[in-house]
C-alpha cells in the first residue's frame, strides 16, 4: 500500500473515533499495571535528575496524598532508589495534565472509544491556580484531592453510570461551534457536561451541602473538560499506534524539561527536543523568568486536531497570542491544514465555514514545511511548591519532528 | 437638543441597563395590575374575533389551568363579554413568547434593571414543540404548566434567592461569543444559566426524583434561556420610554394578525401593519400552507439588537436562511448597523472582531434606507391546539416604521 494511502487509512479510524466516559474510578483500580509504588508523569521519561521544579512539587504532592513520603528529600531517595516506579503516563493509557502525575488513590475518568474498544484514563481538573498539576502541594492543594477521592470521584461514577455514558465526541463537536478549541478554553464543554450530568448528579444520595459542593466544583471550573477532552483524543488517536509505514503522529507531550512525540510506524519510542519556554499572559506578579518550559501531555488534544490547530474555532483565546485578531486564528488552523492529512468529519469550525479540524499530523509535511503544530498551554513556576503563573501558546519543536523523519526513513 | 443628541443620550440608558434575575414567582404576586381575570397576550392589542389560531388555542389552555372554562367556546364567550380582561403583556410590563399568554398562576421570571430600578416579567419556557405557547393545550401541556406552580417556579424561586439573584447581561454576554445569538439559539446561555444555579438548585430541599426532574428540565431545553433573554430585553429598553423627540424603538411585536412598534417619543401607542409569515425550516409533515403569521414578544430581543441583529454572532442560526453562509450572517449584522444608533459596549460578536451589536434601532434611518430588522422566530400551526410546526427568519414590515415616522413629524 503507498504511504499517503497508509496514513489516509489510518486517520478514517480517527475520524472514526467515538469516545464515551464510561466511570469514574481509582486510577489503582481503572488503569490495569499501575501499583501502589506506581508515579505517571506527563510527557517522555525523565529521571528525578532532570526534573523540572513544578513535576518534583507535584511528586511531593501525590506522594503525601498516597502517605508514601512528607519531604521532598523522602521523594527523592524514593525515585533514585527505585523504590517507586517513575513511569509516562503514555505508556499505561493514560494522560494527565502539565505535571501529569497519577497514582493510585486519584480517581480518573475512565474513557473508552467504543468504535475500537480501547480505553484512555485521565485524572480530575483541579482548577486553575494552585493545583498539584501546575507543582503546587499546599495542605489545600491535598484536601481537595482528598475530597477528590472522598467525595467527587465516586458521586462521578454514580452519576455517570445512572446516564449509561457521556457521549464525549458529540459535546467536543458542539463545543467546537460555541467558542472551544477544547485545550485552552474548555467553558462551552464544561457548561454542556455538567448539563448532560446534572439530572443524575442531582439523584446521587449527598447531604445538601455535599450535593452543592459537587456542583459548585463542576460550576465554577470553566477547564473542568479539559482532562476529558485529553481522555477523549488519547482514547481517539490510541488506535493508530503501531502502523507499519504510518507517519502520523500519535502523541505529542512535555515533561517539563523534554518535549517529546510519538509516531504510528515507530511504536513506544519518544524523538525528543528540549521543551520550549511558551509565551503567553501572566497572573499579575510574575515575570518571563520564573515561567518554566512547556509541560503536561494536554498537547494530545492538538495531536487530533484541536486546541491549538482549532484555534479559528476560539476567538477569545487568540487574545493570548498578543495584538492577534480572529483573522490571525483562522491563518494557524489554515496553516495547520498544510501539515495534516484530512478534515475531521466531526469536529467542525464555523469561522471557517463549517470546515473541519486539521486532523492526522504528518511528520513528513511537517518537516517538509517547516511548519509545527501551535500548541495553546498552561504557564507553571519553575519552582516546586508555586503553581500556576499563566497560559499561553507554544511552537512545538521542529528538531522531534526531523529525528523522527530520520528514524522513519531508515526502517523503510 | 438636537434629535441626534437625544438618541445617543436614550442609547446610553439601554447600554447602561444590569437586567438581574431576582426571583421566579406567580403572575398574579409578581405583575402590578394582574388580576384572577387578566390574560396577557403578546404583540398590539387584538380582540377575540380577529385572534389568531395559536392565540386563540394558547387562551384555552391558560383559562383551563385558571380554572375559568373548558371549552374554546366558554373562551370565546369571557372574551366576548369582557368578564376576562384581554391585554397586551407590554402593557404590565411583560412580554411572553408566540402567543405569550401569562394568567395569575404561572410563575413569572422577575428581572429588574439594577441600574434604572424597572421591572420587567416573562414566563417560563416550555420547550419546543406541544406547548402552550404554539397554541397547544392538550393534558400534557396542561401538566407541565401546574408542575411549573407547584415545583419549578418555586425550586427556581429558591435558588435564585439563595444565589442573591443571577446576573444576565453577563451571561448574554459570553453566550454571545459562544454561538448564540440569544433569540433562535440560547444554548450557551441556558448552559452557563444551570451552571450558575446548579449549585443552588442543588440545595433545594426536594425528593431525589423532584431535583431530578427539576435539573433534565433545565438540561433538556436548549432554549430555556429565551425567556430570560427577553425578560432582560424588555428590563433593559424600558428606560427609554417616553423621551420627547427621541425616535428609537422600544418594542417590536406580534400577535399573528399584525406586527407592531412602539417608539419612544410616541409612548403606548403602536404603529402596526399585517404580520409576515416567517421562513424556515419545518417540522417534518408540515408544509407552509400551515404557517401561522408572526407571532410573539420575543422581537424585543432584536430590539436591543441581539436575534436576528446580531446574527454573526451565531452561524448555527444561519442554516434557517436556507443555503446561507457564516459570511450572509456578517452582511445581516453590518446591515443592521446602518439603522441602529450605537454598537453595544456589552453584547460583543467575536465574528466581527468583537464589535458590539447594534443597538438603538432608529425610526428614521429605517425609512431612509429601507432596511427593516430581521427577526428569528418560531413557527406555530395555525390552527389552536396543533403548537410549533418550525423555527425561521421575517422582516419586520416597512409599514409600521412609515407610519411611526409619521406621527414623530406630526408631534415636532
Known sequence: MALDEINRSAVDRLHAAEPVLEDVRPAGEAIPGLTERTVLHAGPPVAWEAMCGPLRGALVGALRLEGLAVTEEDVARLARS??????????LGAVGPMAG????????????????????????????????????????????????ASTLGPALSAAVRAAG???????MARALTMGDELHQRNTAATSLFLRALAPHLAAVPLDAGGRSRVFAFLAENDQFFLNLAMAASKASVD???GIPGCTLVVAMARNGTEFGIRVSATGDRWF??????????????????????????SAITETIGLGGCAMAASPAVV??????SVHDAARITRETAEIATSPSPHYRIPA????GAPSGIDVRRVVA??????INTGIAHRDAGVGQVGAGTVRAPLEAFRKALVALAGEE
Chains 1, 2 share one sequence.
Open 165 to 171: 455514558g457521556v457521549d464525549l465526541r458529540g459535546i
Open 369 to 374: 514545511t517547516g511548519i509545527t503544530p501551535v
Open 272 to 297: 525528543t527536543a528540549p521543551a520550549p519556554v511558551p509565551r503567553g499572559l501572566l497572573f499579575p506578579g510574575f515575570t518571563e523568568a520564573v515561567c518554566n518550559p512547556d509541560l503536561g501531555d
Open 319 to 324: 487574545q493570548f497570542l498578543g495584538g492577534a
Open 352 to 355: 471557517l465555514e463549517f470546515e
Open 239 to 241: 488506535p493508530l499506534r
Open 101 to 148: 502525575v497519577i497514582t493510585a488513590r486519584m480517581p480518573v475518568f475512565v474513557v473508552r472509544n467504543r468504535a475500537a474498544g480501547n480505553l484512555a484514563f485521565c485524572p480530575i481538573n483541579e482548577g486553575i491556580g494552585r493545583a498539584l498539576r501546575f507543582g503546587a502541594y499546599d495542605d489545600g492543594v491535598l484536601e481537595r484531592l482528598r475530597w477528590f
Open 82 to 91: 527505585g523504590e517507586i516506579a517513575l513511569a509516562p503516563a503514555h505508556d
